[in-house]
């Protein structure tokens, strides 16, 4: 396709992108700077209409982008631009909510995807696989204050267990290094099917005085869930999509939601595709019935070895790809750090 042509596409789909209403010829010559008259537009609309890269609206003589349209654009995009999208700067309150030093592995994607939904004004989609775990990584009590510890225990799968302790007498940091030192020898490396009872003998034995404080810590560790594979899936920012005037129709933003309600939908939209660094389906490339106006772009992340997901948004096909790109790569970007 030669420049002209290539940049009438274009300026016809930012125009889309923006305002969400079909737009003629004289209005693209007026618009954009073009230098090219309304008739020579009209003729490579109408050979751009031929090769199903724009299609004609039913209400005026305007054109809007197909979804074909849209995906040469974003092909362009991915091979010319990509690289000025990946340097964008990070946002350092962004990197501070994410950083894996201060937040366990499922808080930090909750709040990814959180970040995401507001930074895109989209609705943002989250899965994390968990793999089974085997073993203990680490194990450590941290001082808060004379009474209050933190329980701090890091499993190999990523699951980062961190949980406030109060006690009725104070620990002092001698005791607790004492403490720490026990728990390090004896229970990191240990199988998951031993935690309880190697937390029982020391109770007995080198512990035996702080019995209270093992009580809590086996009490802790019970109410975490150590089953097999599993899938976390967290959907944020749904009332965005009133954002974009094609939801005053009720009945449209009630389907949209509603399929959100099935977790197996939003599952089979993702699931298929945690090999790909940047995926991206645009409107008839999507399988779902409820996603053919509707662009999903995702993008895989990895917390550590062995916990892997993806995060991204669902919107209409007219999203400003150029700057959610841009927010997806930097939130999966910190999410891999």
């Known amino acids: 396709m030669n420049d002209r042509k290539l940049k009438i596409l274009f300026s016809i789909i930012n125009s889309y992108i923006i305002d969400g209403e079909p737009i003629g010829s004289k209005s693209l010559a007026d618009e954009y700077n ?37 995906r040469m654009f974003v092909d362009y995009i991915l091979e010319n631009e990509l690289e000025d999208i990946k340097n964008v700067k990070q946002n350092n309150a962004f990197v501070n909510l994410l ?73 002092s940091p001698e005791e607790l290094l004492f403490i720490n030192n026990v728990l390090k020898e004896t229970m990191v490396g240990t199988d998951i099917n031993e935690v309880y009872d190697k937390l029982i003998l020391l109770k007995k034995d080198l512990l035996s005085e702080y019995s209270f404080l093992l009580d809590i810590i086996k009490t802790r560790l019970k109410g975490q869930s150590f089953g097999k594979l599993s899938r976390e899936l967290q959907i944020e920012g749904l009332g965005n999509i009133f954002n974009f005037k094609e939801y005053d129709d009720l009945a449209k933003a009630r389907d949209f939601i509603k399929m959100f309600d099935s977790k197996e939908k939003v599952d089979s939209f993702l699931k298929n595709n945690l090999d790909n660094n940047l995926d991206i389906s645009i409107g008839y490339e999507n399988k779902l019935d409820e996603l053919k106006e509707s662009t999903v772009i995702t993008s895989y992340f990895k917390i550590n070895e062995e916990v892997v997901g993806q995060i991204g948004i669902v ?7 150029i700057d959610v790109i841009s927010d997806i790569m930097m939130i999966s970007g910190l999410l891999n750090k």
Not at 115 to 135: F, G, P, Q, R, W
Not at 315 to 321: C, D, F, S, V
């Open 315 to 321: 919107g209409l096909t007219r999203i400003n790809y």
């Open 34 to 70: 073009l230098n090219i008259s309304p008739a020579t537009i009209r003729n490579e609309m109408s050979a751009l209409e031929k090769m199903g890269l724009i299609e004609k609206a039913h209400s005026s003589s305007g054109r809007l982008p197909s979804d074909k349209g849209y």
């Open 99 to 171: 950083d894996k030093r201060y937040h366990n592995a499922t808080d930090i994607v909750e709040t990814a995807t959180k970040v995401l939904a507001d930074m895109t004004n989209l609705t943002a989609v989250s899965l994390t696989l968990k793999n089974e775990i085997k073993t203990i990584v680490n194990m450590e009590l941290i001082r808060l204050s004379d009474s209050q510890i933190l329980l701090l225990a890091v499993f190999d799968n990523g699951l980062i267990v961190n949980e406030s302790i109060y006690l009725d007498y104070s620990i």
